[in-house]
């Protein structure tokens, strides 16, 4: 009864949670901080790829640049390294009529080139930024759309999936719901729990095909010799390497949770 009350929650709880110059700027002249902080998102396309110079990618801005803006750039914020361009001039592109920053008109370009900084477990920050010169010829840069990059075993993903547990603390029958949405469309996920001194131990999900856009749901089972006590669920995407994670207790001292 238990078993089917939980395969009930897989299909309730989802629904539930229901290239152009730009005028000269003097040398000494300091660059132009950005006038606004990012409001929208940014799409890489593709979602995921390899973290050197085949890993190709395009960008485009989710809003627009302001009306009286007439270029763009993107630029790729790694911690510790210099800012860099990405897809397009580095004194910027021009606009199309739409005002939306979109790499696609000067094709796929990598993300991490040879020589860049594509660290793992750190945030690299691709940003939109927009030109925009009054009648003086003053430059004001504002920054409308972002999106966080992160590189997981050489592969850069812009994918950010969530992950639930249910239950959150799993008795003697070790088996609960998983539930996650965020990964690649069709990519296969895998999973293990992390204890506190970092040891991994692998489980089993069934199924493991991701969906596209919507929650997904899994029957997690743990391994039988996994001690009692506080791990880290974590699941990845085979063939993206997106991560996300939840906290899980395993107490045999309970049947069920």
């Known amino acids: 009864m238990k078993l089917r009350r939980l395969l009930a929650l897989a299909v309730a709880v989802p629904a539930a949670f229901a290239i ?3 005028p000269a700027v003097a040398e000494d002249a300091a660059p132009a901080a950005p006038a606004t902080a990012a409001q929208g998102t940014v799409t890489v396309s593709p979602l995921y790829g390899p973290a050197d110079s085949t890993g190709k990618a395009t960008a485009r801005a989710s809003v627009p640049c302001g009306p009286d803006a007439t ?6 914020r790694s911690p510790g390294a210099n800012e860099r361009v990405f897809g397009g001039s580095f004194l ?27 660290q793992e477990g750190v945030a690299h920050k691709l940003v939109a930024q927009c030109y925009t010169f009054d009648a003086d ?14 590189v997981n075993n050489g592969v850069w993903t812009s994918l950010s999936p969530e992950v639930r547990a249910l239950p959150t603390k799993i008795g003697a029958l070790r088996f609960g719901l998983v539930l996650f949405r965020g990964f690649a469309p069709g ?41 009692d006590g506080s791990y880290t669920l974590v699941l990845s995407g085979t063939n993206s390497h997106a991560t996300s994670s939840v906290a899980i207790t395993l107490d045999s001292s309970r049947l069920w949770w």
């Open 92 to 118: 910027g592109t021009a606009l199309p009529a739409d005002k939306v920053a979109d790499t696609a008109v000067v094709g796929q370009r990598a993300l991490f080139p040879a020589g860049s900084a594509a």
């Open 137 to 150: 010829g003053a430059l004001t840069i504002t920054e409308p759309a972002s999106v966080d990059l992160r």
């Open 71 to 76: 270029k763009f750039r993107f630029v790729l």
């Open 20 to 22: 152009a110059t730009v």
């Open 187 to 227: 990519d296969r996920v895998d999973g293990v729990v992390r204890a506190a001194d970092g040891t991994s131990t692998p489980v089993s999900l069934q199924p493991q095909i991701t969906p596209d856009g919507t929650w997904g749901g899994a029957l997690l089972t743990l391994p039988a010799n996994l001690a």
